[in-house]
Each structure stands twice: as C-alpha cells, then as structure tokens.
C-alpha cells in the first residue's frame, strides 16, 4: 500500500522571539502541493526571496542550525523540521519576517500544536523515502562523535550523549517508530550549561535568550550573586540550583529530557534531505554539524547509486 505526500488543510502563524538573533516577529506554515517539499521564504527582504530546506543550503551550524541563499538566511531551522517530520508533513512553505525561527520554548511542541491546530491533508502524489539498504557510518573521533544508519522497514533513533559531567553523563534515548515523535520527542527543550550563557552573550548569541526556552544544567559551586546577576541579566526572578543539578526555575519533562532533545535535532537536521528516511540511525554524541554532515553522506552514497 502506498503513501500519499501531506501538506497543511491551511495556513497557521506562530509569533515569537528569535532565541540568537532576538528578532521578534511571526512565522507562518503555509499549504504547498505535492513535490514541492519543505521551503522558507524571508518575506522581510526585497524580492522575499525563498531557501529550500536541504541539506547543500547549510551554511552554518554554530549553535542550531542555518540554511541559506546570498543575504537570504533562515536561523535555528532544526526544529521546525523535526517538527514536519515527526507529524509527517511532506509540503510546506515557511513564511518568515525575521532572520531567526521563533525559538518558542526550545522544542517542537509548539510547532507540533501548530500543525495539528490546522490539520494535515493528503495529496494525489505518492510519497518518496530513501531507504537505506546498507549500513553507512560517519565518525568524527576528535569529538567522540559515531552516526550509523542500517537498513529497517521503519525509522528510528537511538541517541546516546555524554558530556562528562556530574550533572549530565551518559544518556541514552530511542524513538522506535515516528509515531511516538508527538508524545514523546516533541516536547522536550533545549539545554544549556551555566558557564556558556556569558560566553554566548559577549558572542553576540542568544540576544533572544530566556531562562525559560533552555534547561540549564549548572556543573560547578555558583555564588548566589552570580546566580542573581544571570537572572537579572535576562530579567527574570531570582533562581538557585536544586538537587540535581539544573536552576530551580524549570522542571524536566522527561529524566533523559536532553538525549531526546538531541534525538529532536537528528530527526530535524536530517529531513533537510528533501524526504524521509527508511533505517534505523545510532547516534553517539551527534551535533548539527555532525547530524548534517552525515545527511550529506546519505545524500552522496544515493547520488552515487543512481
């Protein structure tokens, strides 16, 4: 039995703050039909120029993910995308006014509700998969990162982080089917460590930044002062650490909350491929620029096969 390309019954708007830019504006997911894919469109620039949501249109990932064209760029895509995949949107304009996605609270979920506020709708056009029918592996030893993917009638992920820390070792994630994506996957934030927001912000990053859209993981003794200058900084109430090791200001939906976050990211910085995928992807301690350097294998080793 086939399947049948998906776009939205209609347009749905978003507003918000971009998380690194700190634009504020709105984004708007618009019906598109079949073979069309997944497209952003700067309507803020002369011309409102559109950037195809694939893989060869990535032009940085420092911090989230960038696709663009000449002045044309669209920021902190990731999970946008994850969010078409894992509700199984084939078809989509993405209309933006800013430079920057609205970060929202750091997940999908928003976008997710989004789309199921509208509804999805079947087109007269049989969906395309690359089905994976010979394991492909990517290592990148100086940072301990390993991505695998090997044949499956379905797709999933397993991902696996460590960052070495009292707060944060190994965490192990899996998705067994998409259909879990919603529930799951969706909702689960962004996180940060104590010690990188400063080095962000003298960055130029996170101007958007909110101690709510990121779980903020602390690995070391902070003075409370410290701890009241970061809240005044982003003009939030005064915060403390509780007992695991993360500002009291957020609860965790979920104990490996960010190995499924990072499971987010893969979902989403791999369907800048076009179209989804048919394998099972391991992943250890993957990032955007690891996630879409492998999307370029996977892309590469079809390229080669046809």
């Known amino acids: 039995m086939t399947e049948k390309q998906t776009t939205l019954k209609e347009s749905v708007t978003i507003e918000g703050q971009g998380l690194h830019t700190g634009q504020k504006g709105s984004m708007t997911f618009v019906p598109a039909p079949a073979g069309h894919g997944i497209k952003f469109k700067r309507t803020d620039l002369p011309g409102t120029p559109v950037v195809d949501a694939i893989v060869n249109n990535v032009i940085s990932t420092n911090r989230g993910t960038c696709i663009g064209i000449g002045e044309a760029k669209i920021h902190t895509i990731e999970h946008v995308m994850a969010a078409f995949r894992g509700m199984s949107v084939d078809n989509a304009l993405v209309e933006v006014d800013m430079e920057e996605v609205p970060i929202k609270d ?36 100086d940072k301990k990162t390993r991505i695998e993917i090997r044949p499956s009638k379905r797709f999933s992920v397993d991902t696996v982080i460590d960052f070495e820390s009292r707060v944060l070792g190994e965490q192990v994630a899996k998705m067994e089917d998409i259909s879990q994506f919603k529930a799951e996957i969706a909702p689960c934030r962004t996180f940060v460590f104590l010690h990188e927001l400063e080095f962000l912000l003298k960055n130029n990053l996170i101007k958007g930044g909110d101690l709510n859209n990121a779980i903020v993981f602390v690995n070391r003794k902070v003075p409370q002062e410290e701890m009241d200058y970061l809240a005044d900084l982003f003009n939030k109430p005064r915060v403390k650490v509780n007992g695991n090791g993360i500002l009291n200001n957020l609860s965790l939906y979920f104990d490996n909350e960010p190995a499924r976050h990072k499971l987010l990211d893969v979902i989403g910085d791999l369907y800048l491929l076009g179209k989804p995928i048919k394998g099972h992807i391991t992943a250890t301690r993957p990032g955007h620029h690891a996630n879409t350097e492998f999307g370029k294998l996977i892309l590469n080793h079809f390229n080669q096969k046809n």
């Open 106 to 141: 750091g997940s999908a979920k928003y976008f997710v509700e989004a789309i199921d506020k509208v509804g999805i709708q079947e087109l007269d056009a049989e969906r395309e998969y690359y089905v994976i029918e010979e394991t492909i592996t990517m290592e990148i030893p």
